[in-house]
């Protein structure tokens, strides 16, 4: 097979940032997905919809000329969301869902929720108003090793909200574990999650080989082989609870070269050929188009895209750096090869 061609993927979780570096990245996703799920963990975070529709609109703004590419807006939930932002948020149709960071689980997640209990009215209010939650499923409590609080969230707090709240639909996000992907399995279609492409690519070992690798340093942290191989089958499955989202999360070259170094992998620019050498491994590229383009769309309730994007298999260079407003950014494989390269989408 020398070109694969896909109904257009959809990106269901991504950071673009703000100002002149999100200026330097967005057409990076703009080039491979007709939508994303853009997060809202800016500094301070977007958590209104008047906020949202500006910062859409500055991403909207930020597109070369002629080129189309929808964002869906993610407000971030605090424990002092109030009652009528979620509503206004239910009645725009640019908002696709509210995020739930834990406090001090992440980037900028220091105005996230700091107890699940705190957020009972407001989980209440997205039930009824069907608006979506999407998680990040990390518990923060410290005395709980880094690698296993996916899973302690999932029996701690995911299990039992899923039952408190039977209509909530729920998104656990970049899910890296085992235990996550069984329980998302074991739920019914309103439960979902997505899988970055470099919990499909790599294992914990990436973060240490020959030295320290700050550049392969997300949360959640990458897992042991078997949790790797467990996401791999799930993506690969065509099961529709799971879709794709790359979390692609950029940081200046400077901010992950450093003693304490910012989490996220910046896969934008790769995406789609990096999802497509996973697939390639599992023998799988056939089940590509249903992760990529349309398990997302299809349980968020909107139509699939129109539209194509081939991959064409060729041998090529990643960039050792890109531009990321006044700094560089590392992309993820910086300076390897791929096999796979992604022409622009139509439609
Ligand atoms: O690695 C990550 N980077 N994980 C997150 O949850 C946030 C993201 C970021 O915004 O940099
Ligand atoms: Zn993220």
Same mark, same amino acid.
């Not at 020398?2 to 990245?25: N, V």
């Not at 029996?155 to 998302?184: W, Y």
């Given at each position: 097979? #020398?070109?694969?061609?896909?109904?257009?993927? #959809?990106?269901?979780?991504?950071?673009?940032?703000?100002?002149?570096?999100?200026? #330097?990245?967005?057409?990076?996703?703009?080039?491979?997905?007709?939508?994303?799920?853009?997060?809202?963990?800016?500094?301070?975070?977007?958590?209104?919809?008047?906020?949202?529709?500006?910062?859409?609109?500055?991403?909207?703004?930020?597109?070369?000329?002629?080129?189309?590419?929808?964002?869906?807006?993610?407000?971030?939930?605090? #424990?002092?969301?109030?009652?009528?932002?979620?509503?206004?948020?239910?009645?725009?149709?640019?908002?696709?869902?509210?995020?739930?960071?834990?406090?001090?689980?992440?980037?900028?997640? +220091?105005?996230? !929720?700091?107890?699940?209990?705190?957020?009972?009215?407001?989980?209440?209010?997205?039930?009824?108003?069907?608006?979506?939650?999407? !998680?990040?499923?990390?518990?923060?409590?410290?005395?709980?090793?880094?690698?296993?609080?996916?899973?302690?969230?999932?029996?701690?707090?995911?299990?039992?909200?899923?039952?408190?709240?039977?209509?909530?639909?729920?998104?656990?996000?970049?899910?890296?574990?085992?235990?996550?992907?069984?329980?998302?399995?074991?739920?019914?279609?309103?439960?979902?999650?997505?899988?970055?492409?470099?919990?499909?690519?790599?294992?914990?070992?990436?973060?240490?080989?020959?030295?320290?690798?700050?550049?392969?340093?997300?949360?959640?942290?990458?897992?042991?082989?078997?949790?790797?191989?467990?996401?791999?089958?799930?993506?690969?499955?065509?099961?529709?609870?799971?879709?794709?989202?790359?979390?692609?999360?950029?940081?200046?070259?400077?901010?992950? +070269?450093?003693?304490?170094?910012?989490?996220?992998?910046?896969?934008?620019?790769?995406?789609?050929?990096?999802?497509?050498?996973?697939?390639?491994?599992?023998?799988?590229?056939?089940?590509?188009?249903?992760?990529?383009?349309?398990?997302?769309?299809?349980?968020?309730?909107?139509?699939?895209?129109?539209?194509?994007?081939?991959?064409?298999?060729?041998?090529?260079?990643?960039?050792?750096?890109?531009?990321?407003?006044?700094?560089?950014?590392?992309?993820?494989?910086?300076?390897?090869?791929?096999?796979?390269?992604?022409?622009?989408?139509?439609?």
């Amino acid at each position: 097979m #020398d070109s694969i061609t896909l109904a257009t993927p #959809d990106d269901w979780h991504l950071h673009l940032r703000d100002g002149a570096a999100m200026a #330097d990245i967005v057409d990076h996703s703009a080039r491979q997905f007709g939508r994303a799920v853009v997060m809202p963990n800016l500094k301070p975070p977007v958590t209104t919809t008047a906020a949202a529709l500006e910062y859409r609109g500055r991403i909207l703004a930020a597109l070369p000329e002629g080129a189309r590419f929808e964002p869906l807006m993610a407000l971030y939930l605090t #424990d002092a969301t109030p009652a009528e932002e979620i509503r206004r948020a239910a009645e725009a149709p640019e908002i696709i869902g509210f995020k739930l960071y834990p406090a001090g689980a992440t980037t900028h997640s +220091e105005a996230g !929720v700091t107890g699940i209990e705190k957020i009972h009215w407001a989980l209440e209010a997205l039930e009824r108003h069907g608006v979506p939650l999407l !998680v990040h499923g990390e518990v923060t409590d410290p005395d709980v090793d880094i690698f296993d609080r996916e899973a302690r969230f999932i029996e701690s707090v995911l299990e039992p909200l899923v039952r408190r709240f039977p209509a909530l639909r729920i998104v656990l996000e970049h899910v890296t574990t085992k235990e996550g992907v069984e329980f998302v399995q074991s739920c019914g279609p309103r439960v979902g999650a997505t899988i970055t492409a470099h919990h499909l690519l790599y294992n914990r070992n990436a973060l240490l080989t020959g030295g320290i690798r700050p550049h392969h340093y997300c949360l959640p942290v990458l897992k042991r082989e078997s949790h790797r191989q467990a996401l791999v089958a799930a993506a690969t499955s065509g099961d529709a609870h799971f879709f794709l989202g790359t979390d692609s999360a950029p940081h200046a070259r400077p901010q992950k +070269e450093s003693a304490c170094g910012c989490a996220g992998c910046y896969t934008a620019l790769t995406a789609m050929e990096l999802y497509a050498l996973a697939f390639e491994r599992a023998g799988a590229l056939h089940m590509l188009e249903r992760f990529a383009s349309h398990n997302g769309a299809d349980f968020y309730g909107i139509p699939r895209n129109g539209g194509t994007l081939t991959l064409h298999r060729t041998t090529w260079q990643v960039p050792e750096t890109l531009a990321f407003g006044p700094e560089r950014l590392v992309p993820a494989m910086a300076g390897e090869s791929l096999t796979w390269r992604a022409s622009r989408r139509s439609g």
